[in-house]
């Protein structure tokens, strides 16, 4: 066997067992997203973290499946036939039908569980806001300062949405010209329909995550999450400004 095949068969022998031990941490990376910014994040993070090592996992099987032809049923130099050619193999076959068929099956399950937990609606919400896409901005309305407490944004000054930390936010979405996508990366959804979320004290970039239109790039917003009297405070200037 030449150094260069060991070289390799040592790479994979390592790539396994770590790809295996990974699977058996209780504690992973976020993979690029933060730990308890909002009450999403608590139930899609281990599914976001469980789909990275399925693909890890599969990724270093499916390779050794692909390099074990081309060492092991190749052509040897100097040899006067091709090795031993198989065309069917039921077994296999059928095993790398039924083990993808598993492997999105479990995935499958897992997403309806965190997606019922995210929707879910829930009573008692203490603040409503609307949402609506304009090309190319932002409109965000607070009832409770009253009809005429609304901001809205343009893509030279982008809007800043207040969120009061640790109480229940409903949001109605709305577009009034095309289709628009309400995303927060830091919270880890694209937000239709979101009764409530828990939050950590910061400011949080947000997008549109849907191509509509020709200045579709510039459609950014901030999420600020404040204190609860911060907030007050907030929809007491935009009552004022209203009047």
């Known amino acids: 066997m030449s150094a260069r095949m060991k070289r390799t068969l040592s790479l994979l022998g390592l790539s396994v067992p770590a790809t295996l031990f990974l699977t058996g941490c209780s504690k992973v990376s976020g993979l690029g997203f933060e730990e308890g910014v909002t009450s999403v994040n608590d139930h899609s993070l281990s599914l976001w973290q469980g789909a990275w090592i399925a693909a890890g996992v599969v990724g270093v099987f499916t390779l050794i499946l692909i390099m074990w032809p081309v060492f092991f049923h190749r052509l040897k130099k100097d040899s006067p036939e091709f090795p031993k050619q198989t065309q069917y193999n039921v ?15 479990v995935l499958f399950a897992y997403t309806v569980k965190a997606q019922t937990e995210i929707t879910a609606k829930t009573t008692g919400t203490a603040h409503e806001i609307s949402v609506e896409g304009i090309q190319w901005s932002w409109q965000f309305g607070y009832s409770e300062a009253g ?78 999450v404040v204190t609860p009297s911060e907030y007050q405070n907030y929809l007491d200037t935009l009552k004022a400004s209203a009047a």
């Open 91 to 105: 077994p296999v076959e059928v095993l790398y039908t039924v083990i993808p068929f598993i492997i999105v099956a």
């Open 147 to 224: 009809p005429d407490a609304v901001v809205t944004g343009t893509p030279a000054q982008p809007p800043t949405l207040y969120l009061p930390q640790g109480e229940k936010v409903r949001f109605t979405i709305t577009a009034n010209d095309v289709v628009h996508g309400f995303w927060i990366p830091a919270f880890m959804i694209q937000m239709q329909n979101l009764p409530g979320v828990t939050n950590k004290l910061g400011t949080y970039p947000g997008r549109c995550n849907i191509l509509c239109g020709r200045n579709h790039t510039q459609m950014i917003f901030t999420v600020k």
